[in-house]
């Protein structure tokens, strides 16, 4: 061991089962990975519960047989992380949890390894494995609910949540994932514990997690609807709750939100496209009028999204990605055969790095409604594969601030940013070449330019 190679599950068990025996440990694997492996879904990462407070010693020992660097231990949880080529291991001692109301960061005490069950998220979640690979169903339930495809609470999921709430976003997100039914009781103790999951009780951070995880899901769609109705879309994305009754005609058969959560089923699992899926429409509440033209509401709906998104601490990066296509999100569905390819290509060049994901939200929120022309936005997609393939490109100016000021003679100054642009429309427009060349003939034949 100790090489980059990736350990295979076989592997991992065997230097498990070897630590544990050299150091009379019980311990099993337990959770995620232990329930993915019954649903054939595999995963790296793996949970081992070790009785009697042995997890720091035995991820010590496990690490040495390993070859894996030192265990990054947590003492306040009594948990230690070992990271190997593909796989993160996590040991947990057996323990209990009792819970501050302020807070979701529980006092922590040893107990035993059905107390320690107990205090888990959902009975499909609380399956162990011993590291000869048998399956042991400690709670008794949890079986039959993974084969049902149920998630349930192993105690009253008014406490459950009320301990931690970001149990009711996980309650979601694997709903999500796994497509599980919520046990009856658990909406019902959403309703009435939504309030808790605000800030400071569950961080800005944790939240956003569980909502990527949703919504680069297979079901999406499902995630918000499970959020609406356990009233947790009032407190995780309010401004789309905001679009819940927004009634709009035109091609729309649906109301601002029930078109969003359409239109967000009709998306590839990219997280950018599903994000500004979920906020393309977010503008049109405060820009409804009577004759229900919404208008302005891509501008006004770019800023509400940066908003929320800064809020919820995306990266700068995603954010700005989602902006662009709220922004633009418009500009596909309004095209026409008319258009030069000079539209074409200012299309192109304003979205950039976004193009393809500007025509996957545009066919989303197409398909969404009862637009006549689906088969538009295709040839669309072929015009602007032929003007992102031209060569040299049109997309951007061949010349920069030197070259201007120089042919022209100018110091540096907001007049070389203006003249640089016209230059750019007029090659967008085919009017000039797009070589230096002939950009700095036009300039030398147009003094006044
Ligand atoms: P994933 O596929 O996202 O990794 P997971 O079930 O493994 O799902 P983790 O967050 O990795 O979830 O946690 C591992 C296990 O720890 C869970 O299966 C569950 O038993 C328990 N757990 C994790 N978070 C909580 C929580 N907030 N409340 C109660 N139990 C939790
Ligand atoms: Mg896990």
Known sequence: MGSDQPVDD???????????????ARAWVVGGYVRDHLLGRAQPDL???????????????????????????FERYGTAQVTLPGHLVEFVSARSESYAPESRKPDVRPATLEEDLRRRDFTVNTLLMDFDGNIHDR???????????????????????????????????????????????????????????????????????????????????????????????????PDLAACKGVEQGGYHTHDVFGHTLLALGLTPADLV?????????????????????????????????????????????EIDAVVVLVRL??????????????????????????????MALARADVGASAYPEPEKLDELAARLATVLSERPTRLAPPVDGEDIMRARGIPPGPE??????????????????????????????????
């Open 10 to 24: 076989r592997q991992l068990l065997g230097l498990l089962k070897q630590a544990s025996g050299d150091l009379g």
């Open 47 to 73: 949970d081992v519960v070790v009785e009697e407070g042995g997890a720091g010693r035995l991820a010590e020992r496990f690490a040495r047989l390993a070859g894996a660097g030192p265990p990054v231990t």
């Open 139 to 237: 709670l008794g339930t949890a079986k039959a609910d993974l084969e049902a495809r149920v998630l349930r609470t192993p105690a009253d999921p008014l406490q459950t949540f009320n301990d931690d709430p970001l149990r009711m976003l996980r309650a979601v997100r694997f709903a999500a994932q796994l497509g599980f039914a919520l046990a009856p009781n658990l909406v019902p103790a959403m309703r009435q514990l939504s309030g808790r999951l605000a800030s400071p009780v569950v961080s800005v951070e944790r939240t956003a997690d569980e909502l990527r995880k949703m919504l680069v899901s297979e079901r999406p769609r499902l995630a918000l609807e499970l959020l609406d109705a356990g009233g947790l879309l009032e407190v995780v994305l």
């Open 273 to 317: 496209v599903r994000l500004a899926a979920v906020f393309h429409d977010v503008g049109k509440p405060s820009t409804a009028t009577p004759d229900g033209a919404f208008t302005g509401h891509e501008e006004v709906g770019a800023r509400i999204t940066r908003a929320a998104l800064e809020r919820l601490r995306f990266s700068q990066k």
């Open 329 to 358: 999100h418009l500009r596909p569905v309004y095209y026409r055969s008319e258009w030069s390819d000079g539209a074409v290509r200012r299309l192109a060049r304003d979205a950039g790095a976004q193009i393809e994901r500007l």
């Open 416 to 449: 070389v940013g203006r003249i640089k642009e016209r230059l750019g429309e007029l090659i967008l427009d085919g009017e000039i070449e797009p070589s230096r060349e002939a950009v700095l003939a036009y300039l030398q034949s147009h003094p006044d330019f």
